[in-house]
């Protein structure tokens, strides 16, 4: 029952592009012979067929057109005008009565067919909107489940909140890593400090989070560390990223977060630490006794007169003392990276700190002809790093011009800062090298193959020092022609 009413209803077939040609068919006839016997079997009077029919015949037409389209509504049309002039040529019509019905009926095709052209147009258009708009909603649809589907498989923890702050999509991840289901809303209240999340040690105020401020501020949050207690009392690193999400009118309308947990790699990462502070603790001794039975030796040896003895006993001293810068600069290297590098700030004379180094440093070299030009300046730093980031600089100066003369050494008085600054003629560096030096462990490979020794430390301790004594260290100069390390450093 519910079938035929459904196939009988226009209604249930809106959205549906299956247009019927043999239902409007019969049933047009069916309504012509319904017609014919009524006339002749029931009134027995074949003249009553007349504006009743009529009726009937716009109301099928209306319902074909709206039916099943324009090409029903003709089909009906067509079918109604024959039966007209099958009724005017039965009935034997005569003069005037033959021409007027002719005529009636021809003006009646007219109005039937853009009847059926009008309503059967607005039904087809009808059917296409709507079938768009439910490809659209499936298209929709599929995203979105694709979408669900990348969130939930992702390696890393994901929350989405609207521009309130509520939680609208976390996946699998972000569960895994907080210990527990993320429900509600972010806490973004000014003077709430969180007894969880920690940055450098230090607990973070909601405002503080990186998904708070991208939905605040419109910021942009990228790799940004910190440690997160769970409720479980288990410490977890984090590395967050947050991105705002803005409509049209650039207003901020949600935010997103991803959430990696790095606690394995931190872990890691204190363990080398750990391993280089101790080893480094342990090198340091034997090599310092290694130094002073080589210097008692030679003292010893003095006597004898042997200078092949005295030759090989001198360099094995210097090989002993590179050993033990190298051994030092990683002891210095893990003391930055645990935060327990510590200065012994003193006032001295900075120009006569350099030029006592610069005159050291002369000794090594015979190549390379030092000199320096410098103002009386007192600085108030820990001298013995301060003569390290020199002589580190210096050193760089002669190990990388193989082929240079002149290494300049300048130190001048600028917006009340000393500015030094050491120049060489060597292999210089390129632009793109030029930030990347001063990283841990950093050193430039040579596109030409050569090679110096060294393991990448100096300039990062360099910085550190400097940066701490609030001053600046950069390099200036290109590739192939010489380079200018600058450092400054307060003065009263
Ligand atoms: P190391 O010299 O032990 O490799 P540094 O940290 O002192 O380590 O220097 C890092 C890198 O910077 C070096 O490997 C070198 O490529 C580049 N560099 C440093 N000083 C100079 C310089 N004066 N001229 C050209 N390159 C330099």
């Not at 049309?77 to 033959?98: A, D, E, K, M, P």
């Not at 109005?111 to 059967?120: D, E, F, K, N, Q």
């Not at 320096?372 to 011009?401: C, H, M, P, W």
């Not at 003369?405 to 917006?415: A, D």
């Amino acid at each position: 029952m519910m079938r035929i009413l459904n196939f009988l209803n226009p209604l249930a077939r809106l959205g549906v592009k299956k247009y019927s040609v043999w239902f409007p068919i019969i049933l047009n006839l069916t309504v012509c012979i319904f017609s014919e016997l009524y006339a002749y079997l029931i009134a027995k009077d074949p003249n009553i067929v007349g504006t009743y029919i009529i009726f009937i015949n716009v109301g099928v037409i209306i319902y074909f057109s709206f039916r099943d389209g324009i090409r029903a509504g003709f089909i009906s049309s067509i079918i109604t005008v024959l039966y007209y002039l099958y009724i005017i040529q039965t009935r034997h019509f005569t003069g005037s009565q033959w021409d007027s019905g002719v005529e009636t009926t021809f003006i009646l095709m007219f109005l039937y067919l853009l009847l059926s052209a009008t309503i059967g147009y607005l039904k087809q258009r009808i059917d296409q909107l709507i079938i768009q708009e439910m490809e659209a909603r499936q298209l929709a649809e599929d995203g979105k489940l694709r979408l669900e589907t990348i969130l939930q498989q992702l390696p890393v923890g994901v929350l989405l909140v609207d521009s309130k702050g509520k939680k609208l999509e976390g996946n699998k991840h972000l569960e895994k890593i907080m210990g527990k289901a993320i429900k509600g809303s972010l806490e973004r209240n000014n003077n709430y400090q969180s007894p969880k999340a920690f940055k450098e040690g230090k607990a973070l105020f909601a405002k503080e989070w990186p998904l708070v401020r991208a939905l605040n501020n419109g910021e942009v949050i990228s790799g940004e560390e910190l440690e997160f207690l769970r409720e479980d009392k288990k410490n977890y690193f984090l590395r967050i990223n947050a991105a705002p999400i803005r409509n049209k009118d650039k207003q901020i309308i949600a935010a997103v977060s991803t959430i990696d947990d790095i606690t394995p790699e931190k872990e890691l990462e204190q363990r080398k630490e750990d391993f280089v502070n101790m080893a480094s603790h342990e090198l340091k001794t034997p090599i310092t006794s290694m130094k002073i039975y080589i210097e008692v030796l030679l003292s010893q040896i003095k006597n004898f007169h042997d200078p092949k003895v005295t030759k090989t006993l001198t360099s094995i001293k210097s090989q002993t003392e590179r050993l033990q810068e190298l051994v030092s600069d990683l002891l210095d290297m893990s003391r930055i990276q645990t935060g327990k590098l510590h200065f012994n700030k003193q006032e001295f004379r900075l120009d006569e700190l350099i030029e006592e180094t610069a005159e050291i440093l002369q000794k090594t070299t015979k190549q390379h002809q030092i000199i320096f030009k410098g103002e009386k300046l007192v600085v108030n730093a820990d001298k013995f790093r301060i003569y390290q980031v020199v002589t580190n600089l210096i050193t760089n100066a002669i190990k990388y011009s193989p082929n240079g003369k002149h290494i300049k050494i300048q130190l001048k008085k600028s917006n009340s800062k000393a500015v030094v600054s050491v120049k060489d003629e060597g292999i210089g560096i390129s632009k793109e090298q030029q930030k990347k030096i001063f990283e841990r462990l950093y050193q430039v490979t040579d596109t030409h193959g050569r090679s110096f020794p060294g393991l990448g430390m100096g300039l990062y301790i360099s910085k550190e020092i400097i940066k701490r004594h609030r001053g600046a260290i950069w390099v200036e100069g290109e590739k192939d022609k010489g380079s200018t390390f600058f450092f400054t450093l307060p003065i009263k």
